[in-house]
């Protein structure tokens, strides 16, 4: 059974930083691209960052491009997100997804049940 567990969220003021991991369990993890999603609220999913089976490649979204940085620790089975300078606008439940290097959700074949991150002004 495969599962995908996010934490790291939390309340931030504007210009802060958090760090989410999202751990993973059940599958091959070294095999998986991974990506980051978020959903605001009133908002669809969207696309945060996606990183491949090895961390050479990464690929973000132009809102959070120079403020995020996705990778993995594949010895641990962990992906992170590590979110610096961080805005209201940030403000979203964080999703991690295995299964593709994509922007595309439905190329995704798991994801965690979310953390949220709330980032005040």
């Known amino acids: 059974q495969v599962q995908l567990v996010e934490s790291g969220g939390g309340l931030v003021q504007a210009g802060g930083s958090l760090r989410l991991s999202c751990a993973a369990s059940?599958?091959?993890?070294?095999?998986?691209?991974m990506g980051w999603f978020r959903q605001a609220p009133g908002k669809e999913r969207e696309f945060v960052a996606t990183?491949?089976?090895?961390?050479?490649?990464?690929t973000y979204a132009d809102s959070v491009k120079g403020r995020f940085t996705v990778s993995r620790d594949n010895a641990k089975n962990t992906v992170y997100l590590q979110m610096n300078s961080l805005k209201p606008g940030d403000t979203a439940v964080y999703y991690c997804?295995?299964?593709?290097?994509?922007?595309?959700?439905?190329?995704?074949?798991?994801w965690g049940q979310g953390t949220q991150v709330t980032v005040s002004s």
């Open positions: 059940g599958l091959t993890f070294n095999s998986y691209p």
């Open positions: 990183i491949n089976w090895n961390g050479g490649s990464t």
């Open positions: 997804a295995a299964g593709s290097y994509s922007r595309h959700q439905a190329l995704y074949n798991y």
